[in-house]
């Protein structure tokens, strides 16, 4: 026994420093990343301008990503809105005129490609006096009549166009035959123009398009003499002149070399061999609407050409508090140092026993455990500020493919089931379990967010229903708790409050989110809450007191009716649910973009499944007390009949369920089903998982690690492993995906572990277990609140 005592022991102190092996060296690649970023945007340049203008690769069919940053897809509203009065202005041949007319297409869809296809088009919105007035000005050659269409802008009355986008090479290349000599004007006539674009750079955007390539086997007999070579021959020129021209002036032309990188991937798809097919074009129209837009609208997954948002007051006053807690830390380390060289045990000279002074040992430990937590925290907030809001680290958009979600969750599902071990108790959702269930449901949401899978509706039903039964169990473990405990005060509350909600509320501080932003967190404490109220409220029914009482049975399905009542009826009304979340505070906590309409539709696309998780918990645990279940070791829940006709019912029920969210061909309908019919799944797998008791007497400690920080790692995900709030993916290691992968998550896994053991550490600090101390605690926090709140109001009419 000692033996085995021992080797267990080694075991935890393995375990121990293998986690603290692995979050040191989380820390080193944070550092080694973060300087390898800082001195690459140093001596190579981070405008990601620059990058959106001249790189990327295609994702998958017309899924365009820029190398560094994510691509907005505007839509016609946003497009309109950004471009209001704005003068835009094409000029040159007969590809620049597609280009112009995908550019237009965006702010009017219905535009269309008509008129004199040699000759110059306008387009003006007539919606408005300040709609957009986008222009095509044909001029197929970089000649005199080029030059003195620039020079008229300059010299001439008229205002100067906003934005000008120009271009031209190919007409050169057929008029003359591809001669070297018709090369030679080009440069000579590019070096002419040269002065004057960059004059009009001074006030105006100005972008020279390079010329793309051909598909040489298409091109008509009259083309066959704009050959790639030539082509190529023409861009080198453009850029060499442009290049050297504006090598040592403040504003250049941009050289808006992207829209060739498109067309090399997608010239064979090409009608004549020389034209660009639409969809094409589209991704080109969109590059140079997001140069101009981002920084107007700043659009969350359009981080291209957006610079790092300004310091908000709230943020400066976190990192000086931040700041405070550590220099606070190194000053109380050094005085404990000093203290214990100053107070080393002396030893009594007639008795021989050492002396130990007595100190105040508890007072100082507690505060240097309150510094330290704030020290790791602080470290770890400036770690999510500069992977989402420094503009330091790069990100990318999200892009599907089947294999990209289901891939991984086949390995993780082999992962789990190797690492199957006993459970400590055999009952239905123990602990274990229920750990398990929580590990193994965040893995496949995490894998189902990094892979955009939610434009795959399938899967996009199926994730509802995972969460849902997060839902389920917030709604089973707080009606457990409450009805076995009978423990309603307030230290209860305020430690399932402070759990829930304390990265939350720091993150909102730290990355000027709203609350609702992190929509989880408020939709679990406002159901926790819902649970207390309902069972607290007079008179407080429990377990103890309800023991074979039918009266305080019918109490408690007085409450559960009136609680399915209240759902019901404010699922269905919309005006009084925004009513009372638009009371002040609790609008400052709900709205998102100055709506509560997102918390509306959040809370009522899962409104039963919490009571169904009450109901469920009060059938099972009186059916415990009674005695009518089999909890055994490898026993099955019920009688062998029983047993196996509902493990038949539930797995039809449960591959039914599948059958219908595969079948789903419309979001809004099926969400308009999901709250009535999840729970037949989650009972269903609730059921497969308990009845047969060799099922019931296993667990996958893999998974249940990951289900205790599931809360951690739903929440860290947002700026850490994901990118602009998860509508992107965050790049640490640039060119290389998988790598990218493993190191971000294996950081990203570090941090949640991490913040979770703080947040324990803290709720034991913060939250005392006298009532009176607690409640001085909380008025504490409510005028803190206050202030946050007072000072956000102030920075709203500021800005």
């Avoid at 000005?137 to 003195?148: A, C, H, I, T």
């Avoid at 090369?183 to 123009?193: G, M, V």
């Amino acid at each position: 026994m000692a033996a085995l005592a021992y080797s267990l022991g080694k075991r935890e102190i393995n375990h121990y420093f293998s986690v603290r092996s692995a979050k040191a060296l989380a820390l080193a690649a944070v550092l080694l990343l973060a300087a390898c970023h800082a001195l690459s945007r140093r001596y190579q340049g981070g405008d990601s301008c620059e990058y959106l203008l001249s790189s990327g690769r295609f994702l998958g069919e017309n899924v365009w990503q820029p190398y560094s940053c994510m691509l907005h897809k505007y839509k016609q509203s946003e497009a309109k809105d950004c471009l209001t009065g704005q003068h835009i202005t094409f000029i040159g041949d007969s590809r620049i005129r597609q280009l112009f007319y995908s550019f237009v297409k965006l702010i009017n869809p219905q535009f269309k490609e008509e008129g004199n296809k040699h000759g110059n088009i306008h387009f003006e919105d007539k919606s408005s006096s300040s709609s957009p007035k986008v222009d095509f000005l044909w001029y197929p050659e970089v000649n005199g009549s080029m030059k003195q269409c620039i020079r008229s802008w300059i010299d001439g009355p008229s205002a100067k166009p906003n934005i000008i986008v120009a271009g031209a090479a190919t007409w050169s290349i057929k008029i003359h035959n591809g001669s070297n000599e018709a090369l030679t004007q080009y440069k000579i006539n590019i070096t002419s123009i040269a002065p004057l674009l960059e004059n009009l750079a001074r006030s105006s955007n100005v972008y020279w398009v390079l010329q793309d390539p051909v598909y040489e086997d298409m091109l008509s007999e009259s083309r066959k003499m704009i050959t790639n070579e030539k082509i190529d021959a023409y861009n080198e020129a453009a850029i060499s002149i442009l290049n050297s021209s504006f090598r040592n002036s403040k504003t250049k032309v941009k050289v808006f070399s992207a829209p060739r990188l498109i067309a090399e991937e997608t010239i064979m798809q090409s009608s004549d061999g020389l034209h660009l097919p639409e969809s094409s074009r589209e991704t080109s129209a969109m590059i140079l609407v997001n140069i101009h837009c981002n920084n107007v609208t700043k659009p969350i997954d359009g981080s291209c050409c957006q610079p790092r948002p300004p310091l908000t007051w709230i943020q400066k006053l976190a990192f000086c508090f931040f700041a405070s807690s550590v220099i606070g830390y190194l000053i109380l380390v050094l005085i404990r140092r000093n203290n214990h060289r100053k107070n080393k045990p002396c030893t009594d000279m007639e008795s021989g026993e050492e002396k130990k002074t007595t100190t105040n040992s508890s007072a100082v430990s507690t505060l240097e455990t309150l510094l330290q937590c704030l020290c790791k925290l602080g470290f770890i907030m400036s770690y999510f500020y500069l992977c989402d809001r420094a503009n330091l680290f790069m990100k990318e958009n999200k892009f599907y493919t089947h294999s990209s979600f289901f891939i991984p969750i086949i390995y993780i599902l082999v992962l789990g089931i190797f690492y199957a071990e006993n459970t400590k108790e055999t009952k239905v959702l123990n602990r274990e379990q229920t750990d398990e269930w929580k590990g193994w449901m965040q893995l496949v949401i995490l894998i189902y967010h990094i892979s955009g899978a939610s434009t795959f509706l399938p899967v996009y039903m199926h994730i509802r229903v995972l969460v849902a039964a997060y839902l389920f169990q917030t709604g089973y473990g707080h009606f457990s708790y409450f009805w076995i405990k009978g423990d309603f005060g307030i230290y209860r509350v305020c430690q399932v409050l402070f759990r829930l909600n304390f990265l939350v509320v720091v993150l909102c501080i730290v990355m000027d989110r709203s609350y609702q932003s992190y929509y989880f967190v408020p939709l679990v404490s406002v159901w926790f809450l819902i649970i207390y109220i309902t069972l607290a409220l007079w008179p407080p029914i429990v377990q103890k007191k309800a023991n074979g009482s039918c009266f305080w049975h019918f109490g408690l399905l007085l409450k559960f009716v009136f609680l399915f009542i209240c759902i019901y009826f404010l699922a269905y009304s919309q005006g009084t649910f925004e009513k009372i979340f638009s009371i002040w505070p609790l609008s400052k906590c709900f709205e998102l973009n100055g709506s509560i309409y997102e918390w509306w539709f959040r809370w009522k696309l899962d409104r039963y499944v919490v009571f169904y998780g009450m109901l469920f918990a009060f059938i099972y645990l009186t059916f415990q007390k009674r005695q009518a279940l089999t909890e055994g070791k490898g026993e099955p829940l019920f009688p062998n009949k029983v047993s196996n006709t509902l493990l038949f019912i539930s797995v039809v029920s449960f591959l039914t369920y599948s059958i219908w969210a595969s079948s789903c061909k419309n979001k809004s309908e099926c969400n308009e089903m999901h709250p009535s019919v999840s729970v037949v799944q989650i009972l269903a797998f609730i059921l497969i998982r308990n009845i047969p008791g060799y099922a019931r007497s296993l667990y996958s400690s893999f998974f249940a690690w990951f289900g205790r920080i599931s809360l951690e790692l739903f929440i860290c995900q947002y700026h850490i492993w994901l990118a602009a709030d998860t509508k992107g993916i965050l790049v640490l290691i640039p060119g290389n995906p998988m790598l990218n992968i493993i190191v971000s998550t294996f950081i990203f896994v570090c941090v949640a572990h991490e913040i979770s053991q703080i947040t324990n550490d803290l709720a034991q600090i913060v939250i005392p277990k006298d009532n009176v101390i607690l409640l001085k605690r909380l008025l504490c926090v409510g005028f803190f609140f206050g202030g946050l709140l007072f000072l956000s109001s102030i920075q709203k009419r500021s800005t």
